[in-house]
């Protein structure tokens, strides 16, 4: 597992923990790292630059005559160690968390703008559309561009269309495959025109029509505190998750155990011996001492923390499914 993995998947426990301020810090850090990877896509004889510092036609040239993959790949695999397909999976799933952070934060919502938030929706669905081991970045670069410091790292991340002009991508994106790949992302979206304040809007009206009205419910409560404008139906279906109790096993009952014990480990379908060991192998790998030594002493705590919850869950199951 390489770092970008690891760190997002701390990100990940931290949002499941309902710490979004510090989960946002981890994605908003990764998205500037991969970033920083994509914006360097020419290649000179004085070595990589970049791209900014080329007309937008040099950019199409490159891009149409699909050269930019791998050179980018080139790039990813030595600064990442990641392919550039693995990279666009993980910049996807980076962006996922970002926004739920967004969604589910007031403390994070003070520092994004629609225009960001609706740019990165844009560059979401663009990948989301394409299959997953043939995704391409040229889009990318249709949506959003980069500001470098002189280490040629990013400092911003520059939204280049319009908020009208992405309201029209959006909602072209979220119309154009209703298949399920999409459902929960148009979901995502809704969250954040609600939450936004932009349930009124043509792209709410235009997403709206493309799930079950009764399979949608709002999952965040800040917009239910700050606005006195929806019904008592809304007010009911709008839940908190900072506000579930925690899970505690010397309180929990033995099908509560095994609910949560059962999706800490992954456990789907029909259970076995085997696929209980297989998973409990795979995750407790990703905590080892040995993959988060180089992060912050909060990081290993969590990590620490994180490990003992596993073997707990793995010795209650062992003893449930008696090996």
């Excluded at 790949?73 to 550039?84: D, G, Q, V």
């Excluded at 298949?179 to 936004?196: G, P, Q, V």
């Excluded at 949608?216 to 579930?244: F, I, L, V």
């Excluded at 480990?265 to 259970?271: H, M, P, T």
Aim: include cysteine; charged fraction near 25%; hydrophobic fraction near 35%.
């Amino acid at each position: 597992m390489t770092s970008i993995e690891k760190m997002r998947n701390i990100a990940d426990m931290l949002a499941g923990q309902h710490k979004y301020p510090e989960a946002f810090t981890l994605y908003d850090e990764l998205y500037k790292q991969i970033w920083s990877v994509f914006s360097t896509v020419r290649y000179s004889s004085s070595g990589y630059i970049d791209y900014f510092s080329f007309k937008k036609d040099d950019i199409n040239h490159i891009i149409h005559n699909q050269r930019l993959e791998p050179i980018l790949n080139a790039l990813c695999f030595k600064n990442l160690n990641l392919t550039l397909t693995s990279a666009l999976s993980e910049f996807a799933s980076v962006i996922k968390g970002r926004i739920r952070c967004v969604n589910a934060s007031f403390q994070v919502r003070k520092y994004t703008s629609v225009d960001s938030v609706f740019t990165e929706f844009a560059i979401l669905y663009s990948l989301t559309l394409q299959p997953a081991h043939q995704r391409k970045i040229g889009p990318i670069f249709n949506y959003a561009g980069t500001v470098l410091d002189g280490n040629k790292k990013v400092k911003r991340i520059l939204a280049l269309y319009s908020r009208k002009m992405n309201e029209k991508l959006l909602i072209e994106y979220a119309l154009s495959n209703k298949m399920n790949r999409l459902n929960k992302l148009n979901h995502l979206l809704l969250d954040y025109l609600l939450i936004s304040g932009e349930r009124k809007s043509d792209l709410f009206k235009k997403v709206s029509k493309t799930i079950d009205p009764l399979s949608y419910t709002y999952h965040y409560s800040d917009y239910a505190r700050t606005s006195g404008r929806q019904n008592n139906h809304e007010r009911k279906s709008y839940q908190d998750p900072s506000t579930k109790r925690a899970f505690s096993p010397a309180t929990a009952t033995e099908e509560q155990k095994n609910v949560y014990y059962g999706k800490l480990i992954g456990l789907k379908g029909k259970v076995t011996k085997e696929q209980i060991r297989s998973n409990y192998i795979d995750l407790i790998a990703q905590y080892h001492p040995d993959k988060v030594q180089h992060l912050g002493p909060e990081l290993k705590e969590l990590a620490e923390t994180k490990s003992k919850e596993i073997n707990a869950a793995y010795e209650w199951l062992k003893t449930k499914y008696r090996f």
